[in-house]
Nanobody
Framework: QVQLVESGGGLVQPGGSLRLSCAAS????????IGWFRQAPGKEREIFSC????????YYTDSVKGRFTISRDNAKNTVYLQMNSLKPEDTAVYYC????????????????????WGQGTQVTVSS
C-alpha cells in the first residue's frame, strides 16, 4: 500500500522549533519531488515548500523563507521539514505529498500537481 506518514507536529510557543518528518511506505521517494503543504481552519490547502528528487532544487513561499528548511534522506525514504522561529500564523495541519504531474522529479508551486497525501500532523503555535 502506497502511503505517506507525517509526524513531529505538536504544540510549541512562538519562536520555538519543530521538525516534521514525511516517511514513505510501499514506494520509494527517490524519483519524486516532495512537497509540504498546510491547511489552517477555514483556509485552502497551500503548498509552502518543495524539494526536487536530486536535492538540487528547493522551493519556499515568502511566508516561510528563511525560517523553514526542507531536506530529504533517500536512504531512509524520508523527507524532513525543520521549522524555526514559529509564529501563531503557522498553526495548521501539515501534509506532505509526492509530485504526480510530469516531470515528477521537479518541484511545482501548484498543489494540484501533487498526490498520495498523508493524513497530516497538527502544528499549533501558541503561548
Amino acid at each position: 500500500q502506497v502511503q505517506l506518514v507525517e509526524s513531529g507536529g505538536g504544540l510549541v510557543q512562538p519562536g520555538g522549533s519543530l521538525r516534521l518528518s514525511c516517511a514513505a511506505s510501499g514506494f520509494t521517494l527517490d524519483y519524486k519531488a516532495i512537497g509540504w503543504f498546510r491547511q489552517a481552519p477555514g483556509k485552502e490547502r497551500e503548498i509552502f515548500s518543495c524539494i526536487s528528487r536530486h536535492n538540487d532544487s528547493t522551493y519556499y513561499t515568502d511566508s516561510v523563507k528563511g525560517r523553514f528548511t526542507i531536506s530529504r534522506d533517500n536512504a531512509k525514504n524520508t523527507v524532513y521539514l525543520q521549522m524555526n522561529s514559529l509564529k501563531p500564523e503557522d498553526t495548521a495541519v501539515y501534509y506532505c505529498a509526492t509530485k504526480l504531474k510530469f516531470p515528477s522529479g521537479e518541484c511545482s508551486s501548484n498543489w494540484y500537481d501533487f498526490g498520495s497525501w498523508g493524513q497530516g500532523t497538527q502544528v499549533t503555535v501558541s503561548s
